[in-house]
C-alpha cells in the first residue's frame, strides 16, 4: 500500500548522553508514535482487518513504537443498523490477528464493541503483547446534525487512564474531545498523552478562508489541552468517503507547550510519525506548574455541590 509519511524529529536540540539525562527520562525513553491516517472500507471488517496488517508493517518499517488507528477503525463510521453484524466483543477470535501483530507492535483500534448483556458501543481498545490491556468506550455519542451515534451505540461512563509503551496514556473519542471535563479527567489520573481518535467529516470552508473550519477546530483543540495541560495531544482521523460525507484527515501531534508538532495531510492516506520524548514534558511542567498547583478537593467540592443541586439532593 502507498503511503506518505511524514516524521519529525522532537526536541532534536537536546544533545546530553544518557548518563547526564535526569532519572525520569532514563526510565522512559523517547516514542515513536505512528498515526495510520486511514479509509476504511464501511462494514467491511474483514477488509479493514487486512488494511490495518498493511499498515501494521508499514509502521514496523518505520521502526514505530505505539501504532494508531482513527474512530471505528474496523467497520467504517456510518454502520447504523449494521452495528449488530461488525461488532466484536473482547473475546472474539478475531482478534487473533492483531493480537499477534501486537506482541511486537502495541497498537490503539477504533471497533464496535458488542458487551456481554448485548449493548454496543463505539470504542478503542490498546492492545500490546498479545492481550487487551485496555478498553476505553466513547462517553459522548454524537448525536445531532449529520451525527447519528445515539440511535446505534450507548455511552461510555468512565474516563481512565493507562500505562502504555509511550507513557501514561489516556482514549478520547471525537465527541469526547469537545468535553474539557473528559480531557481534564484523564489529566488528572496521570495521562501525559492523551490520545484523541475520530471520524471526522470535513466541514465548513470559503473562498476567503479554503481551509476548512472542523480541521481548524481540532487543532485549536489540540493546541489548547496539551498546553494547559502540560502534555502531548495526538489527534488521529480517517480520511475517505461515506454517504457522500468525507471525512478530512489532517492528524496531527501537539507537544506540551502547545506547539504543533507533527501533521497530516487533507483527504490523503498516510502514515503521519512523530517521536515523542519525557524531556519536554519534564520543561514544560517545571515552568508552568499547573498541575502541581491543581486543587483538587476544591473541584470535588464544588462539583458536588453543583451536582446536588442540579438534581434537588440533599
Known sequence: MDSDTIHLELDSTVTESKRQQPAFARRQPRCKLGLAQISPR??????NVEIHLAYIE???????DLLIFPELSLTGYYVKDLVADVA?????????????????????????EESERQQFYIAAAYLEDGQIRHVHRKVYPATYGIFDDGR????????????????????????????PAAAVIASYDGAEVLIGISSSPGRGTSESSPD?????????????????????VVHCNRVGYED????????????????????????????????????PLRRQRSRLPLLRDERLDLTHRELERIYRSHYDLP
Do not use: K, N
Open 212 to 232: 476548512l473550519d472542523s480541521a481548524r477546530s481540532y487543532e485549536r483543540i489540540g493546541e489548547f489541552y496539551s498546553q494547559f495541560l502540560t502534555c502531548y
Open 58 to 64: 508499514q509502521a514496523r518499517a518505520a521502526g514505530v
Open 88 to 112: 466484536w466483543r473482547r473475546d472474539d477470535p478475531a482478534w487473533e490477528p492483531l493480537l499477534a501483530a501486537s506482541h511486537d507492535l502495541p497498537m490503539i483500534v477504533g471497533f464496535a
Open 152 to 179: 446505534f451505540f450507548g455511552a461510555g461512563d468512565r474516563m481512565r487512564a493507562f500505562d502504555s509503551r509511550c507513557g501514561r496514556a489516556a482514549i478520547l473519542i471525537c465527541e469526547d474531545l469537545w468535553h
Open 244 to 279: 457522500g460525507i468525507g471525512f478530512f484527515g489532517g492528524s496531527s501531534v501537539f507537544g506540551p507547550d502547545g506547539q504543533r508538532l507533527a501533521h497530516g495531510p487533507y483527504h490523503e492516506e498516510c502514515l503521519v510519525t512523530a517521536e515523542l520524548s519525557p524531556l
Open 42 to 47: 464501511l462494514g467491511d471488517v474483514a477488509a
